[in-house]
């Protein structure tokens, strides 16, 4: 927050003084206090200093009554291996009293224009005086560079489930079983699951007969984060499919021949699905998920266009 | 060869010889391959016929027509004869019968119109002694390339 014009107006004229340093890192100061000097100019009225180097009160008073500043900055900067320790002074030349203090230590020099940023306004006042004696360059980065990448969950899921075919497809069985084996990748409100799965009819006494096996990817959003969450969702992949029954051939008319012969008529297929349901203990290490699912093939087997069904089913996340 | 008082005369060795000619000694005509049921007055199978059967089928273009069985029936068909001809006593344009009736032994052809196809089966049957009835077998080709066989029964 930008200081008021009266709050300005008492600092102007303001003038930032080369901090002191080691031999080496002359020109590296001199751009700390140019980068300082832009920073302030957003707030106040800086006036350009010569090429003063002070650590010292005393000393930055006397460069403050020479270049005609009521306010002086100065400070130091101090190597310590490849991390630096920035210690910056705001002080009132004429009465001497010191109204900013910043001493911050960050990482690496590529961190002086951030350290810049965070100085200048506690400086001039708009900010608390600011100590931080830990890693800068570890504040700094997460300043400058937010940590996009959240945390997320993914494992393996295990789902078993009935089949319930509705438009006489899968060879026109009334009922079928379904296990299924995919990897969920979970965040707070999305997951994204590949699966595979098999579904075969139950009438192990009949002529009837399917198989399916879905090849799938799957992606739902999920409502609420507590340990009871719905969710819902589809998807698309290709699958198997063989279906198996008894059909009754009749040919002629005025002599006519009937047979009753099992037809088997199997392809792959592209399909999809709508799955919606609610996620249990979600909150835990291993969750269970209850759902229900329509599914669609396109395909036409034994007469019968696009078979479709409806599975229930639950998952285990592991 | 001569005979003695033969009232042939001098015409017994020509006669002699047209004796020898007829017992045997001549190609076989047609008449002697029939077999005897198939010979004498064609039985009376005039009516309106009814056929059942079983028979298979394979060798189809769609192979979901082969089967190893199927049953045969049929509406009923009047069928008219002249003599040992046989046809339908009323035409039609999808269906077709002709044959024949020699003896007890029935023949007869059955081409039917099957959307864009045909079938067409060759009977052939033995007349029951009460003449109600027939029973035998029959080949078919169609629809698409379908070769069938099977054994039959024909009421009247």
């Given at each position: ?176 079983a379904e296990v299924g084996l995919s990897y969920a990748f979970e965040t707070r409100n999305f997951l994204i699951e590949p699966r595979v799965a098999v579904r075969w009819n139950l009438n192990p ?114 | ?156």
């Amino acid at each position: 927050m930008a200081p008021t014009p009266a709050d300005a107006a008492l600092l102007e004229p303001l003038t930032v003084l080369t901090f002191e340093h080691i031999e080496n890192d002359r020109d590296l100061s001199v751009a700390f206090r140019r980068l300082l000097e832009l920073e302030l100019r957003k707030s106040v009225s800086v006036v350009p200093s010569p090429e003063s180097v002070c650590g010292s009160a005393d000393c930055a008073r006397e460069a403050g009554v020479e270049i005609g500043a009521r306010t002086v900055v100065y400070g130091s900067l101090i190597r310590l291996g490849s991390k630096l320790r920035v210690a910056a002074f705001a002080s009132d030349v004429q009465t001497g009293k010191t109204s900013g203090v910043a001493d911050l230590a960050i990482g690496s020099e590529e961190e002086l224009d951030t350290a810049a940023t965070r100085i200048a306004p506690v400086l001039i006042g708009d900010r608390a005086n600011t100590t931080q004696t830990a890693e800068l360059g570890t504040l700094t980065s997460k300043e400058t560079d937010p940590d996009l990448r959240r945390g997320g969950d993914h494992g393996v899921v295990v789902r078993l489930g009935g089949v319930v075919p509705t438009n006489n497809g899968y060879s026109g069985a009334n009922a079928g079983a379904e296990v299924g084996l995919s990897y969920a990748f979970e965040t707070r409100n999305f997951l994204i699951e590949p699966r595979v799965a098999v579904r075969w009819n139950l009438n192990p006494s009949g002529a009837d007969e399917f198989w399916e096996v879905p090849i799938e990817i799957g992606g739902y959003y999920i409502f609420g984060r507590g340990d009871v969450a719905p969710f819902a969702g589809g998807g698309v992949g290709i699958r198997y499919l063989s279906d198996r029954r008894e059909r009754e051939t009749v040919i002629g008319q005025t002599i006519q021949t009937r047979s009753i012969d099992p037809q088997q008529d199997d392809a792959w297929a592209f399909g999809g699905f709508l799955r919606g349901g609610i996620m249990v203990l979600r909150t835990y290490d291993v969750r269970l998920s209850l759902s229900l699912e329509y599914n669609i093939s396109f395909v036409d087997l034994n007469g019968v266009t696009n078979p479709q069904a409806l599975t229930a089913g639950v998952g285990v996340h592991f | 060869m001569k005979t003695v008082g033969s009232p042939w005369g001098s015409t017994a060795p020509f006669m002699a010889l047209l004796a020898l000619g007829s017992g045997g000694c001549e190609p076989a005509t047609n008449a002697d391959s029939v077999e005897p049921e198939c010979q004498g007055v064609p039985a009376q199978v005039a009516g309106t016929w009814v056929l059942s059967g079983t028979g298979s089928r394979s060798g189809c273009e769609n192979d979901k027509l082969d089967t190893d069985r199927f049953d045969l029936s049929s509406a009923g068909i009047a069928v008219a004869q002249n003599g040992d001809t046989l046809q339908l006593a009323e035409a039609s344009e999808t269906f077709e019968l002709f044959g024949t009736v020699a003896g007890s032994c029935l023949e007869f052809t059955t081409v039917e119109a099957v959307e864009n196809d045909s079938i067409r089966y060759a009977w052939s049957a033995r007349v029951t002694t009460d003449a109600r009835r027939a029973q035998g077998s029959f080949s078919g080709s169609g629809p698409e390339n379908c070769i069938s066989s099977g054994t039959f029964t024909a009421e009247w």
